[in-house]
């Protein structure tokens, strides 16, 4: 099993930046890619960003030129660094590890592990 806990969400104006962190720990050997997906109230769950164990990456359209992701191997630990966020960003994020990294090539398919969920709300 591999548990993942999100940190860095909360309350930031538009144009402003915030940073989350998901640290992964258990058996991550298995652990392939990770990512960020995000469901805002009435909406489906999204794909963010992932990264791969070897450091290939995949955004979402919305979001690319200002979410970076990024992971420290050492730490266990994948980033995602947000700026220029804006209204519609707002949304629980959730970190997510694959053991086959579909996330990389956005075929549609649930995850192998869920973290909690941290709140991001971007306001006017």
């Known amino acids: 099993q591999v548990q993942l806990m999100e940190s860095g969400g909360g309350l930031v104006q538009a144009g402003g930046s915030l940073r989350l962190s998901c640290a992964a720990s258990?058996?991550?050997?298995?652990?392939?890619?990770m990512g960020w997906y995000r469901q805002a109230p009435g909406k489906q769950r999204d794909l963010v960003a992932a990264?791969?164990?070897?450091?290939?990456?995949n955004y979402a359209d919305s979001v690319k030129g200002r979410f970076t992701i990024s992971r420290d191997n050492a730490q266990n630990t994948v980033y995602l660094e947000m700026n220029s966020l804006k209204v519609e960003d707002t949304a629980v994020y959730y970190c997510?590890?694959?053991?086959?990294?579909?996330?990389?090539?956005?075929?549609?398919?649930?995850?192998?592990?869920w973290g909690q969920g941290t709140q991001v709300t971007v306001s006017i």
């Open positions: 990264i791969h164990n070897g450091g290939n990456t």
């Open positions: 997510a590890a694959e053991k086959i990294p579909h996330m990389l090539v956005g075929i549609e398919t649930e995850p192998d592990y």
């Open positions: 258990g058996s991550i050997f298995s652990i392939i890619a």
